[in-house]
């Protein structure tokens, strides 16, 4: 039969619990390894009688590291193919999106402003021309530069400066 606690030692237990928490070392910190389990720590230094157990250990020491550079490696790669993919995959979709809107947008245009838009591409595309027109006209020039310097004048190269313009004889 269990017979009562006396005052004090009731008094002595609850100090003790107290003191519990305190008695654990400063450097204890939770969801560590316990003594027991194997930790990531260097061996101590081997003697000179256990010199190949030693280079077995480290051979495999090297090994595993070996594997975890690896695993880390081929994990980088996976990661950055799925982030490529991802990136143009959702590219696609957008242009794709944009496209249909672009599409629904020109079906359901009235006539006039068909019209408009055409003109406007029309007049984007002779821009365009006299772009390149100039361009052009300014690269057959260097080249005329060219052979009149070269003290050619004449055949060879750049097709003597007998060249016809384009579009100047069919409008």
Do not use: C
Request: avoid cysteine; charged fraction near 25%; charge should be positive.
């Amino acid at each position: 039969m269990l017979q009562p606690l006396s005052k004090t030692a009731v008094a002595t237990t609850r100090a003790a619990a107290r003191r519990a928490p305190t008695a654990k070392p400063a450097t204890s910190r939770p969801f560590t390894s316990s003594p027991s389990s194997p930790s990531r720590r260097p061996p101590p230094p081997a003697s000179s009688s256990t010199s190949s157990s030693s280079s077995t250990t480290t051979a495999a020491k090297t090994k595993d590291e070996a594997t975890q550079k690896t695993r880390r490696i081929i994990l980088t790669l996976a990661f950055a193919a799925v982030t490529f993919t991802g990136t143009i995959y959702g590219a696609g979709l957008k242009t794709q999106q944009e496209w249909k809107a672009e599409k629904k947008k020109v079906q359901e245009a009235t006539v006039d402003d068909k019209v408009a838009m055409l003109e406007r591409q029309k007049l984007d595309m002779l821009r365009q021309k006299t772009e390149i027109e100039g361009k052009l006209a300014e690269i057959r020039a260097r080249m005329r530069e060219r052979d009149v310097e070269a003290g050619g004048g004449g055949g060879g190269g750049g097709g003597g400066g007998q060249v016809a313009s384009p579009g100047k004889g069919g409008q």
